[in-house]
């Protein structure tokens, strides 16, 4: 079982769990046996999740619908019905892990614990690893052999790994993140404050940030003229929000100027024929 605007991944098992049909066309027929339950809604997990649920997997923060956070009652809900019910917890935490909220972990941050994560591309800086931490009592189901893959254990990739974390520990990177989250945060509120027709106020967490922009305008325009105009990648993501996902190295004087960057192409492009 997933979640509505859920993005779980490209291969056939990850699109079958993946709740955006936009993803599945050219692909099926996709794996059977997965249903799906409105995020943040603890009244529908409650009634979705019984004796004949395995799993239920959930992004701590849904990064291609647009940066929404699940609220903590919602992990709260899935842990204790999960409990209850025989059913594993899964964290995908591909795009939210790996210290973009602040913390190594995002179930660190939720204050969650689930039976299952699973982590990508941050953990060794864009080379290639994936890696799926679980739980003692969850690991009993797997033996030596029962999963593998051709290129599992790439030494160069694993390196990689290996020196981020170290990374990490000697510059205190979780607090940085924090800061500096703070410091984005804050722009975007403000640019959110000045053109009130133009964008909602920001949300995510760390240095994982949405801009919900409204119609007519699109995040897209935005995120175009901020590249070719100012040189600043930005994504237009889900339901028409800017994605801000910098690295996480990026210094507050960074983030000051990439702000005014964005303010500059926000203000020239906020008319409704502008925004188009």
Request: proline fraction near 7%.
């Amino acid at each position: 079982m997933s979640c509505t605007g859920s993005f779980h991944g490209r291969t056939l098992g990850a699109l079958a769990a993946t709740a955006n049909a936009k993803y599945h066309e050219g692909f099926e027929p996709l794996p059977g046996g997965f249903s799906f339950t409105a995020f943040n809604d603890v009244a529908a997990l409650d009634a979705a999740i019984d004796d004949t649920v395995a799993a239920f997997i959930v992004e701590p923060v849904q990064g291609e619908s647009g940066v929404k956070p699940a609220d903590p009652a919602f992990l709260a809900a899935a842990r204790r019905l999960c409990s209850e019910r025989g059913a594993l917890l899964i964290f995908d935490e591909i795009q939210c892990g790996m210290g973009r909220l602040g913390s190594l972990f995002a179930f660190q941050h939720f204050g969650i614990r689930p039976d299952v994560v699973t982590l990508a591309k941050a953990l060794a800086n864009g080379l290639p690893i994936g890696a799926m931490l679980v739980d003692e009592s969850a690991a009993s189901g797997l033996q030596p052999g029962d999963h593998g893959t051709t290129f599992g254990g790439s030494p160069v990739p694993c390196a990689a790994a290996l020196a981020h974390l170290r990374f990490r520990d000697e510059h205190d990177l979780d607090a940085h993140v924090a800061e500096v989250g703070e410091v984005l945060r804050a722009g975007l509120g403000k640019l959110a404050g000045q053109l009130p027709n133009v964008f909602a106020p920001p949300r995510g967490i760390g240095m994982m940030l949405g801009l919900p922009v409204r119609e007519p305008f699109k995040a897209k325009t935005f995120a175009d003229a901020a590249l070719l105009e100012e040189h600043l990648i930005l994504n237009a993501a889900g339901d028409n929000t800017l994605r801000i996902v910098p690295p996480l190295v990026l210094s507050v004087g960074e983030a000051q100027d990439g702000l005014e960057r964005l303010h500059r192409i926000c203000a020239a492009h906020s008319t409704p024929n502008g925004g188009k």
